[in-house]
């Protein structure tokens, strides 16, 4: 840098390294006009820094009219005018292209986007060769007056920006997309814990959830397209994972008379009845520990309101669920049966498309057959010489009779006048006899024809097209017969690869109980209602406490039960024996990792690292295919939670007094 330049770039008070690291920002883009370009004069040669009045720049935006386009293998030159000069913007292209396509009208010209005569904004570096701008980006303008309203721009940036003393703008503040908060009738995808009934109560510390976790769509608006074992997979684990929060139905003997005491009122509240129940004891006690969290967090915390709410979510235990119990949620069987359906469509669209090939083969091997054939003559059908003889000596000796018999009648006899009294009514018969004949000859020509314009197919090709439409209509009995085997075994291939992946285990504890309907006992169908929206509920964002309410008194919240007469024969009695599964979530896991934990350290003192104590884990079979990510998110709800630490060395081990706690898991 000349001494020059040094003073221009320190009279603004600013030095050479503010000056660079201010042109090098993406938004140091200044507006100005071609002619400014070939007259500005250098700032910084090292990055090609440059004076725009009192302005250091680097890059510009000009808005002129594109006034012709030469394209190359490897870049393109587009010459702009904007009415005070012309300069070439040079795009340099990451991808070199064939001289085919930048030959002619190929289809690379089209997709450019605009063509010599249009109104482009370009924007790119200013480059010291030959006064040119290395374009960055070109957009044609769609409004007549964007090159004069550019230059009434650049004039007034003149006047009150560019002669004016330089001040460097503060970075623009990083602006993160955010979600628009969604209203408390739409539950999020429970993906780690469980359905906000308990997630805003479940520790005093609430464990890290993503408010705006992807939501599924409702079964019954799925496309065709989406309809397969995979997509299933998805729902049923979605289904699962919903299910953990859900509780078991409340005892009998609640009287029914609160139930509709509690659920009349439009804006739900929680009976006086229960909340008397959870404060008789008057003598204030200090509380030795808050009841939200049902796993006990070792550090005590200040007790959270609507304590009733907090005691009724802490109650609910891990309950897993069996075949039996996911093939009568209603959502889950009706869209094993579209996924099923959606099979067989999809394998009777390939037979369809195999027989169309099939008919155009053999129909294209008919015309070319009808080409070699020796071609018909167009005139009269071809008669034999003795037919022609027999019939033209008929013909004659049809006519001497006519004419005696005609004779006869012109004589005068006996009969003559009886014959010739009613001359119109025998030519009357004639022409009914003569237009009925031509009828029924028209008629037998157009069956005739009919009959010829269906050809007659070959053996093989009568016998192919028989036994596919026999296939159909096996196919299809077959489809009717077997709709609930194939459904099942989609249930059961789901469960299987479900647990292969890690995202469900086999558990031995306590399961799900089908609850019986009065007309076929275990063989009732139900819906989780709270999983999805309901429209047509009024009553589902009312609130935590109405949730925890009609928990109470109407046994589980989020099931609707309905009986399904259809599907009563397709639904097998549940067995005793069949295995349970539960979702491998955070909520599930975190008392089986500090189990893990406990048996690590009891050989390993002083901490362990991670790798060991997942060693540990996994060395049982039934938590072998954990996958790393809910290990994560699990171990990460431990250290907010305070049940461990890091202890130095990326090494873990229980906080004070989580020890101890940890023991009732077992």
């Known amino acids: 840098m000349s001494a020059n330049q040094e003073t221009l770039a320190l009279e603004g008070a600013h030095t050479a390294d503010q000056i660079r690291s201010y042109v090098l920002r993406s938004d140091a883009i200044v507006a100005c006009c071609v002619l400014d370009v070939h007259v500005i004069q250098q700032a910084l040669k090292d990055i090609e820094a440059y004076w725009l009045g009192n302005v250091p720049c680097r890059n510009v935006r000009l808005v002129g009219i594109l006034i012709s386009v030469a394209e190359y293998e490897s870049r393109s030159i587009y010459s702009i005018d904007d009415g005070t000069a012309s300069i070439n913007c040079i795009h340099k292209r990451s991808v070199r292209l064939s001289s085919e396509h930048v030959v002619g ?54 006047r009150t920006v560019y002669s004016q003393p330089f001040v460097i703008p503060p970075l623009p503040a990083p602006a993160t997309p955010r979600k628009h908060g969604r209203p408390n009738s739409q539950l999020d995808c429970p993906s780690m814990a469980s359905t906000p009934t308990t997630a805003s109560h479940s520790s005093p510390i609430s464990s890290p959830q993503k408010k705006d976790s992807t939501r599924l769509r409702h079964p019954s608006r799925l496309r065709s397209k989406d309809l ?4 299933f997979r998805m729902y049923l684990s979605y289904v699962a994972i919903s299910t953990l929060s859900v509780p078991e139905p409340a005892p009998k003997d609640i009287p029914p008379d609160s139930v509709s005491d509690s659920v009349e009122n439009s804006t739900p509240k929680i009976s006086r009845t229960l909340i008397s129940a959870n404060v008789s004891d008057k003598t204030p006690r200090r509380p030795s520990r808050p009841l939200a969290d049902p796993f006990g967090s070792p550090t005590p915390r200040k007790s959270v309101a609507q304590p009733l709410v907090i005691a009724d979510a802490s109650s609910t235990p891990t309950l897993g669920v069996t075949l039996s119990y ?5 959502v889950l069987a009706e869209l094993a049966m579209r996924v099923v359906d959606q099979a067989a469509h999809e394998r009777d669209k390939v037979l369809r498309h195999a027989e169309r090939n099939a008919r155009s083969k053999y129909e294209a091997l008919q015309s070319l057959s009808s080409e070699h054939q020796p071609p018909r003559s167009t005139g009269t059908r071809s008669i034999s010489p003795g037919l022609a003889s027999s019939s033209h ?36 018969t004639d022409k009914h006899n003569t237009s009925r004949s031509s009828r029924v000859s028209s008629a037998s020509h157009k069956s005739s024809s009919r009959a010829k314009s269906q050809p007659a197919f070959p053996p093989e090709e009568t016998t192919r097209r028989a036994a596919y439409h026999a296939m159909q209509s096996k196919l299809h009995a077959e489809d009717k017969q077997k709709r609930a085997t194939r459904t099942k075994r989609l249930f059961e291939s789901a469960l299987r690869t479900l647990v292969k992946e890690g ?28 999983i999805w929206p309901d429209v047509t509920n009024t009553t589902t964002s009312s609130g935590v406490s109405y949730s925890v309410v009609s928990s109470i008194s109407s046994g589980p919240s989020c099931f609707d039960l309905g009986i399904s007469e259809d599907n009563d024969e397709a639904l ?17 896991l975190r008392p089986v990792m500090l189990s893990a934990l406990r048996r690590t350290l009891m050989r390993h003192r002083g901490g362990v690292d991670l790798d060991t104590w997942m060693r540990t884990l996994r060395g049982d079979g039934q938590w072998a295919q954990v996958s790393d990510l809910v290990v994560k998110e699990t171990l990460e709800v431990l250290r907010q939670e305070e049940w461990v630490a890091k202890v130095g060395g990326g090494r873990w081990d229980f906080t004070r007094g989580s020890w101890a706690r940890s023991l009732k898991f077992n």
């Open 105 to 158: 009208e190929s289809s690379f010209h089209h997709s450019r986007g605009y063509n010599p005569g249009d109104t482009v904004s370009v924007v790119g570096k200013i480059e010291t060769y030959k006064g040119s701008v290395h374009q960055a980006s070109a957009e044609s303008c769609s409004s007549p007056d964007a090159e004069s309203r550019h230059l009434l721009n650049v004039l007034e940036q003149h």
């Open 503 to 530: 995202e469900l285990i086999v558990y031995d504890g306590p399961r799900r109980q089908i609850p019986a309907s009065d007309k076929t006992a275990g063989r009732s169908m139900f819906t989780l209602s709270g």
């Open 393 to 428: 000596h008929h013909h004659k000796s049809s006519r001497p009779s006519q004419v005696i018999t005609s004779s006869k009648r012109s004589e005068g006899g006996p009969d003559t006048g009886v014959k010739s009294s009613h001359p119109r009514h025998s030519m009357t």
């Open 572 to 588: 097998s009695d549940p067995s005793d024996s069949e295995d349970a599964y539960i979702p491998v979530t955070p909520q599930t």
């Open 326 to 330: 996911l093939r009568r949620v209603r």
């Open 228 to 231: 397969n074992e995979n997509v």
